[in-house]
């Protein structure tokens, strides 16, 4: 789960159903030099990726519709390790649903998100 991403500027999508969440994470993200989108559910964000594969994705894990295990687990099916999955939860973190989705995530947050932990995930230095 130490994994960092190798790279300047990445592709991140942020998927929240909470629209102010996500908009806010990616905004943040831009701010730090990355090109980050938010989208609001699972199926919005499956749909991006086809379009143009991200190097990360950072996923809220309570969502309506398709949760954040389901979505974990659709994004692995298709694309393996290839993508840097970052779970984030307000959630408790011993709740069953939580830890299935933590197994299949390579980090993960409880909310709100630290910033400098994320920066150094996302970064080498």
Excluded: W
Excluded at 59 to 80: P, Q
Excluded at 118 to 123: D, E, G, S
């Amino acid at each position: 789960m130490e994994d960092k991403v190798d790279a300047q500027s990445l592709q991140i999508y942020v998927v929240d159903d909470d629209r102010d969440s996500a908009n806010s994470l990616a905004e943040l993200l831009i701010r730090l030099g990355h090109k980050a989108t938010g989208c609001y559910d699972g199926s919005t964000l499956l749909e991006l990726t086809r379009q143009g594969k991200p190097d990360c994705v950072l996923l809220d894990i309570a969502m309506k519709g398709m949760d954040g295990f389901e979505l974990t687990r659709r994004l692995r099916t298709e694309y393996g390790d290839d993508i840097v999955l970052i779970a984030v939860t307000g959630a408790p973190p011993d709740s069953p649903s939580v830890q299935s989705t933590f197994e299949l995530v390579d980090h993960y947050f409880v909310k709100p998100v630290d910033i400098e932990k994320l920066t150094n995930i996302l970064t080498l230095g």
